[in-house]
């Protein structure tokens, strides 16, 4: 079904298929399994004032959902026990969030995060190359990072993995790149893509940028 979404999407990139794959995309809200009310591919929502400015949807009529169904909807899920299945949650929701809506959605939060990576991966960090130079698995994986921890958690509590990065190590980054509270699956897939940068790289293109880095920094 997913899959078949995707298709249709217009932009489809890479980033917004590896993320709709690990995150999901329910149409629904629900809570995560820390109580946080969550729509989407993962979106939480802080408050429900943020709730009612989405485009959601009568379940049944398929009309614009008015403010008050939208309140009524966030408070009852609020009352709602934490840590079951997204499903679970769906028998106690009359609104929905459009696919089309999710993508639009989707794509905005992966624009901010990649401008907050350009921000954190740059020269003037420390960092070899800027976030934009770096090998596109390398971006990709980084941006499921960010997106999975938060930009202002990976860039305060992944010191190794950090420091793996200035030195554009891609096998020790992907020895550091492990989070406890994502399935297996999806940190396998984040250490895979380092170790993809890392099979084609080599030792004197990481020496040539390191020299060429010292020489712009002099």
């Keep these: 079904m997913l899959k078949r979404l995707l298709s249709k999407h217009r932009t489809s990139s890479p980033a917004v ?3 709709c794959h690990f995150e999901g ?29 989405l485009s959601l ?25 934490a840590g079951k299945t997204a499903r679970w949650y769906a028998q106690h929701c009359t609104l929905h969030l459009p696919h089309s809506e ?13 401008h907050e990576l350009a921000r954190l991966i ?19 994986a980084l941006l499921d990072l960010a997106y999975n921890l938060g930009t202002p958690n990976l860039s305060s509590r992944w010191p190794k993995l ?23 699956a999806r940190n396998q897939a984040t250490r895979q893509l380092f170790i993809q940068a890392a099979s084609s790289d080599n030792l004197i293109a990481r020496l040539f940028r390191r020299l060429w880095s010292k020489l712009c920094r002099s």
């Design 57 to 81: 949807r009568d379940k049944r009529t398929n009309k614009p959902a008015s403010r008050t169904q939208k309140q009524q909807e966030y408070n009852t899920l609020k009352r709602l026990p």
């Design 162 to 184: 950090l420091a793996a990065l200035k030195r554009e190590d891609w096998r020790q980054a992907a020895d550091e790149c492990a989070r406890k509270h994502v399935s297996k």
């Design 17 to 19: 298929r590896h993320i």
């Design 102 to 114: 999710s993508m639009r959605l989707l794509e905005q939060q992966i624009a901010a995060f990649e």
């Design 122 to 140: 740059s020269p003037k960090n420390g960092y070899i190359r800027a976030y934009q130079q770096l090998p596109d698995s390398v971006q990709l």
């Design 25 to 53: 995309v329910i149409d629904h809200l629900y809570l995560d399994t820390r109580g946080n009310p969550t729509i989407g591919v993962g979106f939480h929502v802080t408050c429900q004032d943020a709730f009612t400015r």
